[in-house]
C-alpha cells in the first residue's frame, strides 16, 4: 500500500461498529450520527467524539487549509553568523527553523535550537556550523492531505515540513502541532496568544480565528457589515447557516466567501476568508 493512501474507511467503520454499535456503519454519515447518539447516551464523552470527529476530518483537509504562509515564516539564511542565529531562535521563541538560501530560492534544511544552545553550553568558540546539525527537510504539496502528512511525521520522525507551490516554489510550512490541532483543538502556549486572528496568504485567501471580533475583521477589510446579535466572525456565519455548519461547508455573506476549515459538535475554530470577484475588482 502507498504511504500517501489512507487506511481503508470501511474497515475502520466496520471495527468501530462491531465495538460500540448494534448495526454495522457504512458511511462517514453515519458514524458521525451514531457517535452524536452515543454522546448523547453517555456511551462517549463530548471529548472523546470531538477526537474521533477531528481524526476523520484528516483524510478531508489539504496542507493549505493549515499551514503557516511564507510571508508568516520564520527562516534562517545560509550565511547568517551565530549572533544572528541566536537573536532570531530568542526573538521567535521557535525550536526549529527552516535555513534558507533566498538568492537561489531553496532550502537547505532544518536547524533545531536546541543544536546551537548545546554548543554554546559547550563552551566552544567559533562560528556555529550549522551545516553539521542540518536535518533534512520534508518537501510536501498543497493538495497534500493531513492524514497523509501525519502518517509521513511518524515514519520519518519529523515535526516540521516545507510546503511546496504547483510551481515548485516555496508556499510555507506545516508542524505536526497543525496537524493534530486538527484532532485535540488548539495547543496554545503563552507565544500563541501574540499571533494575529487574520494571517494573508498572499493569493486572496486568508486564515481566520473564528473568534475574530466582528470590530476587528471589519477593521483588517477596512469594511462595515451589517451584524444582528453576533460579536464575533463566528456568530455571523453560523446566523449565516441557521445552523453549526459542517468542515468543507462554504457561504457567501456580505461579499465574503467564508469555508470552513476547522468545527466540531459545539463550534467553528478555523475559517478561511475570501473576497467575491466582483469586490476584488472594484
Not at 25 to 36: A, H
Not at 100 to 112: M, N, R, W
Not at 223 to 249: E, H, N, Y
Not at 254 to 277: C, P, Y
Amino acid at each position: 500500500m502507498s504511504e500517501d493512501q489512507p487506511p481503508s474507511t470501511q474497515s475502520f467503520l466496520t471495527k468501530l461498529s462491531k465495538q460500540f454499535f448494534r448495526t454495522p456503519l457504512n458511511s462517514n454519515n453515519e458514524l458521525l450520527q451514531s457517535l452524536k447518539e452515543a454522546e448523547e447516551n453517555h456511551v462517549i464523552d463530548s471529548h472523546t467524539r470531538s477526537i474521533i470527529e477531528g481524526t476523520m476530518q484528516l483524510e478531508n483537509m489539504e496542507v493549505r487549509d493549515v499551514m503557516v504562509p511564507k510571508s508568516k515564516m520564520v527562516t534562517i539564511e545560509h550565511n547568517a553568523s551565530t549572533k544572528e542565529l541566536l537573536d532570531i531562535m530568542i526573538k521567535s521563541a521557535h525550536s526549529r527553523f527552516p535555513i534558507i538560501d533566498s538568492e537561489h530560492h531553496k532550502i537547505q534544511g532544518i536547524v533545531l535550537a536546541k543544536d546551537l544552545l548545546s554548543y554554546l553550553a559547550g563552551d566552544k568558540r567559533g562560528e556555529f556550523n550549522y551545516k553539521e546539525y542540518l536535518r533534512t527537510a520534508i518537501l510536501v504539496p498543497e493538495s497534500k492531505t493531513l492524514g497523509s502528512l501525519l502518517r509521513d511525521f511518524q515514519q520519518k520522525k519529523s515535526h516540521m515540513a516545507i510546503v511546496m507551490d504547483e510551481y515548485g516554489e516555496i508556499a510555507g510550512l506545516v508542524t505536526l502541532e497543525d496537524v493534530l490541532e486538527q484532532i485535540v483543538g488548539e495547543i496554545e502556549d503563552e507565544h500563541d496568544l501574540e499571533e494575529d486572528n487574520i494571517i494573508d496568504f498572499g493569493d486572496g485567501r486568508y486564515l481566520l480565528k473564528a473568534n475574530t471580533p466582528i470590530e476587528e475583521f471589519e477593521e483588517f477589510f477596512k469594511v462595515k457589515l451589517t451584524v444582528d446579535k453576533a460579536d464575533t466572525v463566528s456568530g455571523l456565519v453560523i446566523s449565516g447557516f441557521t445552523r453549526l455548519p459542517d468542515q468543507m461547508d462554504e457561504i457567501t455573506l456580505q461579499g465574503f466567501n467564508f469555508k470552513i476549515l476547522k468545527t466540531d459538535s459545539r463550534r467553528i475554530h478555523l475559517l478561511e476568508v475570501s473576497r467575491q470577484a466582483s469586490l476584488e475588482k472594484e
